[in-house]
């Protein structure tokens, strides 16, 4: 079965960085690009970047182009959202998700979702 | 940029009801619109792709119609555990694909 499993919660004071993981298993990590998104509490989903393992081709939103940096291992199949000079306003869950195929279709596979608190 | 807007932003509706839940984009999509279910506390869902493909597992009272700029999201003989928020995203765009804001359906 096709799994992301993300790494656990985390707490961090403004300033300081980052590095959330999300491990795929059960399909060819190579071949499927890899999106990050973004839930603020209470809000709507925010799309921050996407990769694709096999060349580590990337691509940012505008919205967070500069801000956070996504990466992938393919030898550990799994790939990383970096974010980095926290603010308060980077409280959110991301989530990591699999695009079905290309890079114009749907999110078929969800991870389970990393909340991240910054907080001084 | 695409703009999604959904509405309503809210909603409630009675067990066995038939809710529609709109969402219009700013320039066409094509078909290049997908429906996802997120109960809280959890990943989203796919339901449907496509604006009409039902995703395998998900009951056929889940329908999604349209084309272009303007989708809907029909869920009839309503039961308590649909009780979500609903998004749908358009993936035209290709590697920036944008949500809406999201419909919460409460059922009563």
């Known amino acids: 079965d096709v799994q992301l499993v993300q790494s656990g919660a985390e707490a961090n004071k403004p300033g300081e960085s980052l590095k959330i993981s999300c491990k795929g298993s059960g399909y060819n990590f190579d071949t499927y690009w890899i999106a990050w998104l973004r839930q603020m509490p209470g809000k709507g989903l925010e799309w921050v970047g996407v990769i694709y393992p096999r060349d580590s081709d990337t691509t940012y939103s505008p919205s967070f182009e500069g801000l956070v940096t996504i990466s992938a291992d393919r030898s550990s199949n799994t790939a990383h959202l970096r974010l980095g000079a926290l603010k308060a306003s980077d409280t959110a869950i991301y989530y990591c998700?699999?695009?079905?195929?290309?890079?114009?279709?749907?999110?078929?596979?969800w991870g389970q979702g990393t909340l991240v608190t910054v907080s001084s | 940029d695409i703009q999604m807007t959904q509405s309503p932003s809210t909603l409630s509706a009675s067990v066995g009801g038939r809710v529609t839940i709109t969402c219009r984009a700013s320039?066409?999509?094509?078909?290049?619109l997908a429906w996802y279910q997120q109960k809280p506390g959890k990943a989203p869902k796919l339901l449907i792709y496509?604006?009409?493909i039902l995703e395998s597992g998900v009951p056929s009272r889940f329908s999604g119609s349209g084309s272009g700029t303007e989708f809907t999201l029909t869920i009839s003989s309503l039961q308590p555990d649909d009780s979500a928020t609903y998004f749908c995203q358009e993936y035209n765009s290709y590697l920036l694909h944008t949500f809406g804001q999201g419909t919460k359906l409460e059922i009563k």
């Open positions: 320039q066409s999509v094509s078909s290049w």
């Open positions: 998700a699999r695009l079905n195929a290309g890079g114009s279709s749907h999110i078929d596979y």
């Open positions: 496509q604006a009409s």
